[in-house]
C-alpha cells in the first residue's frame, strides 16, 4: 500500500541547516503534487512548501521564504526539504503528504492531500 516516510530530522542550534527526505512507495510518485506540513505541540498543523508533479512549480509559506527550499527527484520517488538559518519557531513535528487529486498549483489545506508520512521531529534550540 501506499507508505510516506520521512526522515533527516533531528536536534540543531539556530542558525543551523537540515534536510529532510520523504520517500515514497506503493504509488505513481510523479502523479502527485507533494507537500511538507508542520505541527507543533498545541498548534494547528500548518503549510510549509509544496511541488508540483514534475518539480518546475514551487510555493512556500511567508514564514518559511527564502529559508527553506522544497524539491523532488521523481527517479527516486523521494520529496526533499532543505532547510537553513532554521530558527526555534521551526521546531515542530513535519510531514510530508501527497496530493493527488489537485489539477493546478497546490493546496496549503491538510485535509486535500490523500497520503501522509508518520513525521520527523525538529528542535531548534540552544
Known amino acids: 500500500q501506499v507508505q510516506l516516510v520521512e526522515s533527516g530530522g533531528g536536534l540543531v542550534q539556530p542558525g543551523g541547516s537540515l534536510r529532510l527526505s520523504c520517500a515514497a512507495s506503493?504509488?505513481?510518485?510523479?502523479?502527485?503534487?507533494m507537500g511538507w506540513f508542520r505541527q507543533a505541540p498545541g498548534k494547528e498543523r500548518e503549510f510549509v512548501a509544496a511541488i508540483s508533479r514534475s518539480g518546475g512549480n514551487t510555493y512556500s509559506a511567508d514564514s518559511v521564504q527564502g529559508r527553506f527550499t522544497i524539491s523532488r527527484e521523481n527517479a527516486k520517488n523521494t520529496v526533499y526539504l532543505q532547510m537553513n538559518s532554521l530558527k526555534p519557531e521551526d521546531t515542530a513535528v513535519y510531514y510530508c503528504a501527497a496530493d493527488k487529486r489537485r489539477l493546478l498549483g497546490y493546496s496549503p489545506v491538510p485535509h486535500e492531500y490523500e497520503y501522509w508520512g508518520q513525521g520527523t521531529q525538529v528542535i531548534v534550540s540552544s
Open positions: 506503493g504509488l505513481t510518485f510523479s502523479s502527485y503534487v
